[in-house]
């Protein structure tokens, strides 16, 4: 990026800030706003009703302000539906946690892709205007610079952040020094914490109690980076969740954009992966050098058990990332060459809505495109908004989509009586694995736990705990996210529903002669599983399924 890109970001940056600074001027207008929105207007009709003079309009940060000083004062009763209707985006925390993603310095990566985005002053593969990268820029890639400001920017529009799962991108996290991740993570602890903090170990105890914990901590590396030393390590660090790039289940289509690793390699990562106990994310790539329509439809069909033709992949969630051309990637020189071709928008439209119904229930789809700026785009789909066309092309074609995005609760109030327990037993590489899932009567999805059952041949990753152990891989339940101790009525965060997912998975564990039960925790979830029988252990937590009196007449698998 030349200097003048760096000045233009850093200027938009400032300008961006300096408008949502309140005055005088800005919080007499959210009064009058909120006045309308009181007497039922629509808020964002009357945002556009009143204008800031001369710099746009109000934003709901400065909503959020006034409502609480009203409430503070004595002016306004609390509402909780008006504060719902002023909140922004309150989708962001419908899934039940509120997600606060942070990206590491630059960093040399070990592949040669020839897909990625390559731009000196960012990680590998990121660009300075995608949305989260530029918020990482313009902290210089601090870690506690980066976490404190996101969290005032969701205090500020009244997102719940009590509960946080921390989202570190970047490029190989593994490829980065220890030195460096160590303390990297530390200072997103303390910047959790409020405190800073003497080591990781420190940070991480002070965050099992502190006013934002963290339920669940995200790295993304290659599959070919990681290794049971590896997965001890991340777990250390307080990992659950690893993406994984694996971008196509074809050797050939992979050494046509030298992505370094085999098939193979990859599905020998995900099994370490779910054998450890992590949830498991994949990326995935339609469109890359050497692929067509045809071959990609083939190839997404893959991922998934032998029953339905697949290698036994069988990802949690899913990123589905369309190839975007850019200039600054080896892959441009290619199309110069005449030797690549990007899909246009109707053919990707195409293809995704044929392959996203194919979904199993157990999997989520997180992404179906970058986030990288259409300008940036050289040649190929430039529309943002892939996911809406998506969406509509699957409803045209009179078909549906299971994955759990498409299924999730969200805010609808739910009693126990209108769920029922669902468990969706399906064969995985190495392990059998259990979605059990509370649904509703039109299948829409409550909460759920993921339950691996580990076979004989199962890799072995060096850790005694998991040894002739069921492992909790994750449990979620959806709804508004709520803080800790905080209730609402109808929610399904509240009703009891993580527990009866527990109690189910202990009788399943017993019903395999399992003695064990094993959790991967998250720092900030400890003391929830201490409540429910688990007891800590060096990386899991752990909790006996049989009693001392039947313990004698179990035998567990070997």
Known sequence: MSNSDHAQITDDVSRWEAAKKETPETLAIAGKILDDVIAGEDVFKAIRSHPIPDRGHISKSSLITVYRARVAAGELAE??????????????????VTTVTVLTRPFPCPGECIF???????????????????RAFQNEFDPYRQVRSRLRAYEAVGHPTEKIELLILGGSWTSYPIEYRERFIQRCFDAMNGVDSSDLAAA?????????????????????????????????????????????????ILKLNRRGHTVREALSAVALCRAAG??????????????????????????????????GFCPDEIKIYPTQLVKNAGLYQEWIEGRYRPYDTETLIELIAAVK????????????????????????????????????????????CACIRCREIRGQPVSPEELTLRDTVYQAAYAEEHFLQFVASDDKLAGYLRLSLPKAERPDVGIDELANAAIIREIHIYGQSLGVGEEADGAAQHIGLGKRLIERAVEIAAENRLPHLAVIAAVGTRGYYRKRGFRDGNFYMIRDVFSDNDRGENSAIQ
């Open 204 to 252: 991480q105890r002070l965050n099992e109690s502190a006013a934002h914990r963290n339920v669940g901590l995200v790295v993304e590396t290659r599959p070919d980076e990681l290794d049971p030393a590896e997965l001890k390590e991340l777990r250390r660090l307080g990992a659950t969740k690893i993406q994984l790039g694996i971008q196509s289940l074809d050797d050939r």
């Open 116 to 134: 990625c985005p390559n731009d000196a002053r960012m990680p590998k593969s990121y660009l300075p205007d995608e949305p989260g990268a530029a």
């Open 79 to 96: 509402d909780a539906g008006l504060y719902l209707k002023l909140r922004m985006k309150p989708s962001r925390t419908l899934s039940g």
């Open 278 to 311: 992590f949830k498991i994310v994949l990326h995935w790539m339609p469109n890359l050098l050497g692929a067509t329509p045809e071959s990609d439809a083939k190839d997404f069909a893959r991922l998934w058990s032998a029953d339905r033709g697949g290698l």
């Open 357 to 400: 119904p194919t979904i199993p229930p157990y999997c989520r789809v997180n992404r179906v495109i970058r986030d990288i700026p259409s300008h940036h785009v050289v040649a190929g789909n430039r529309r943002t908004s892939l996911r809406m066309d998506i969406q509509r092309r699957v409803r045209e074609n009179r078909q549906t």
